[in-house]
């Protein structure tokens, strides 16, 4: 039984790998563009979880998200060892694990640097987006090596000299010697994540987004196991320091303890919607990496364990996280099994709900018991008003012009009164002298005040022309004016039309009868479906064991899956809250990419997407950004698929742009995506006047990130926006004037 022992709070972002040193330092590294070394302190009892490591040094100098991390083992001309870095800005850093600055930066990769590994001789393998692996030997490349056709994701060293593994987001594994592609492994239904060399002679493990672990021998290209321990994605293994077993983390937020053949043996929840990364520790200990930005480690040593405080303070936090509260904010109470449910066994991982006198009480099956997890809040607030089917803190009527109704606009206590107010001219298309105006009205009528920011005198807000204020998502590199512009920055959502649900049940009847038997829905189940399409239609919440219907039309095969994704998304549309976001994401991943897939589930995925990312939440976002450039392949379908699969991409990376929280990396990646988009829907699309479309969501998107982030003006390459200064639709050609114009500004 593993319990909490340690918790390193030190990032301000998502840690997304993690490592050892040769001195025994824990790196962690972060979306937040740094690595962190943290230096053991103290294990007794009664030392808090988060006094028990410290933070010896952070290491900076990256521009971007850093992805992967590896040590270098200490030789005498480096006798503390090396860490070593990989980042979204394409280059691999060197440091000393004392020296917060690189000694040393290598370039090479043509996309973000998604793995390292070290081998022989002081050898480093990095795998990329570009979808290359890459050997440096003395901090020099050796040698571009290509064999995947999706991004690598993982580079795994056999001991020895020149033998390594790699594993790739086409599913596939691919064995290297000395340079040469020796061996392609294929079991994983998706996306290939982490690999894990084992101590038996030619032996690995790997695991993927399909949720399985497998095992492998070198010497055979299908898998001697394979197991399925997760719903969800996985994304990171590592083999327990005692080689006894396995730590698997993913997309649930759930730590796994995995046997050697494969069982779950224990399931830790994690207040984080993803776990990306986990190592294991010398003392039998393993520590996981996760989306809140916090590295925790789990002990199988009683005597480890934290203070019973900090294990209550995290299973709470785990019972209260936004997830489980978006998971129940419809919820109704009486409907829910009492706690006679808990004499039942589950399985383990399984979580459960259960009233108990009035009160929501949540529980978590491990290690043969149900265990106590902590009460569950409802999400709802009563107190809170609707705007346009959106609940708000307050709703406050402003008027514009004599005569004329008055404007509503919502507001929430954690808002920024100027975002606000920026985004509500925007929709609005009123003049943006307006601002300070209606940003100083909205704190006056609710208390709302602006978010406490350093001031720099030499700032000088595009906005308003002051430096009053700097808004969080400006970029700080550079500073100019903005000229006035009407058509961004805009923070209207666009979003797609979701089918009737009733409509769906005649394709559904026929695709059900042409499903194997394992697939297919029984009378009793189809008697429920029909009623879950009533209850739809009624914008009636569905009674619990509901969505497992949902799921099964869900595993149908690709050719007849896009009513099941046509259903999936109406429901998320009118019943909110039945399926939690990461379930909609693991949806929309699966079904929008993936070779194979047929035209018309992409179709319907990409609108998903869409629907998705009118949720204004960093993890879709971060989950979009990441999948984007696949997406963009979807354009390369039947001519009557294309407009729809450009319709959708364009949709989407208007909405992404729309967010004020967009931070300039990120926001480069949606501009470079958008300009292509842009140059194929110009070249194949003809333009039509819609408030959809495609060229005009596609102009407004890169206006509202360079509107947002000066560096990004300077990289826009404005002959690319210019031919649409020529193009029929009015609103295309106004908005490329104004973007050239700002460039130049």
């Not at 004392?98 to 795998?127: A, F, K, Y």
Request: proline letters at 5%.
């Amino acid at each position: 039984m593993f319990h909490l022992s340690a918790v390193l709070a030190g990032h301000s972002a998502d840690i997304r790998a993690i490592c050892l040193d040769s001195q025994g330092h824990i790196v962690t590294a972060s979306r937040d563009r740094t690595a962190i070394v943290w230096e053991h302190v103290d294990n007794s009892p009664s030392t808090p979880a988060a006094n028990r490591w410290r933070k010896a040094c952070q290491l900076k100098g990256h521009t971007g998200f850093v992805n992967a991390v590896a040590a270098l083992k200490a030789t005498p001309e480096f006798p503390e060892g090396l860490i070593v870095t990989g980042s979204q800005d394409k280059t691999i850093n060197i440091y000393f694990p004392s020296d917060p600055e690189p000694i040393q930066r290598m370039e090479g990769h043509e996309g973000d640097v998604t793995c390292i590994s070290t081998g022989w001789n002081g050898t480093i393998l990095s795998g990329s987006a570009d979808t290359t692996v890459r050997v440096w030997e003395g901090f020099r490349e050796k040698e571009v090596l290509k064999g995947h056709s999706a991004p690598v994701w993982d580079v795994a060293v056999f001991p020895g000299q020149g033998t390594f593994l790699s594993a790739g987001g086409d599913k596939s594994i691919i064995l290297w010697n000395n340079g040469k592609k020796e061996r392609v492994f294929k079991g994983h239904s998706s996306a290939v994540r982490k690999l894990v060399v084992l101590p038996e002679p030619q032996s690995f493990v790997s695991v993927g987004n399909d949720g399985q672990v497998c095992e492998w021998s070198s010497e055979k290209e299908q898998a001697v196991a394979k197991k399925t321990v997760s719903s969800n994605f996985l994304y990171s293994v590592c083999l327990l320091s005692t080689k006894s077993g396995f730590t698997a983390v993913g997309e649930d937020g759930s730590v796994l303890m995995v046997s050697r053949k494969g069982d779950v043996e224990q399931s830790i929840q994690v207040p984080a919607v993803s776990v990306w990364s986990c190592a294991a520790l010398p003392d039998s200990a393993v520590i996981v990496g996760s989306s809140d930005g916090v590295g925790r480690i789990f002990t199988p040593h009683s005597e480890l364990a934290a203070p019973v405080a900090d294990i209550e303070r995290m299973n709470q936090e785990v019972a209260s996280q936004k997830r489980s509260k978006q998971a129940i904010g419809d919820l109704q109470v009486d409907k829910l099994p009492g706690v006679e449910a808990l004499n039942r066994p589950g399985k383990e991982g399984q979580t459960l709900m259960v009233k108990n006198e009035g009160i929501v009480e949540l529980y978590s099956y491990t290690s043969g018991n149900w265990q106590k997890v902590g009460q569950v809040e409802d999400a709802y607030d009563k107190e809170k008003h609707e705007l346009d089917g959106v609940k708000y803190d307050h709703v406050i009527d402003v008027d514009v012009e004599d005569g004329k109704p008055a404007l509503k606009l919502g507001v929430n206590k954690d808002d920024d009164p100027w975002v606000v107010a920026q985004n509500f001219i925007s929709t609005h298309m009123l003049p943006q002298a307006y601002l300070e105006q209606i940003a100083n009205y909205i704190t006056q009528n609710t208390g709302v005040g602006p978010k406490p920011m350093e001031l720099d005198s030499e700032y000088c807000d595009p906005l308003t022309g002051g430096s009053r204020y700097i808004p969080p998502s400006v970029s700080s590199g550079g500073t100019s004016s903005m000229p006035q512009t009407r058509f961004f920055p805009n923070s209207t959502l666009v979003s797609e039309v979701v089918p009737e649900a009733g409509k769906l049940t005649e394709k559904l009847r026929d695709h059900n009868s042409k499903v194997n038997d394992n697939q297919r829905l029984g009378d009793t189940e189809w008697q429920k479906l029909e009623k879950i399409i009533k209850s739809v239609g009624a914008q009636e919440p569905l009674e619990e064991g509901d969505n497992h219907i949902i799921l099964k039309l869900l595993t149908w095969p690709s050719e007849l899956l896009f009513p099941c994704l046509d259903l999936f998304r109406t429901i998320n549309k009118s019943l909110k809250g039945t399926f939690t976001l990461q379930e909609k994401i693991r949806v929309a991943k699966a079904n929008s990419h993936s070779p194979g897939i047929d035209e018309k589930a992409v179709r319907v995925a990409l609108r998903l997407w869409v629907d998705i990312t009118t949720e204004h939440n960093d993890h879709c976002t971060m989950n979009f950004v990441e999948l984007i450039y696949p997406l963009l392949d979807c354009v390369n379908t039947s001519p009557a698929n294309m407009k729809f699969v450009c319709n959708s991409l364009s949709k989407a990376l208007h909405n992404v742009s729309c967010s004020s929280e967009t931070d300039e990396e990120t926001g480069r990646i949606i501009m470079d995506s958008s300009l292509r988009l842009l140059e194929f829907v110009a070249a194949n699309i003809p333009e039509e006047k819609s408030k959809s479309n495609p060229q005009s969501l596609l102009l407004v998107a890169i206006g509202n990130l360079i509107s947002r982030h000066q560096n990004l003006r300077r990289v826009l390459s404005t002959d690319k926006i210019s031919k649409f200064r020529s193009v029929p639709l009015e609103k295309s050609r106004q908005t490329a004037e104004e973007i050239i114009a700002v460039c130049k500004a």
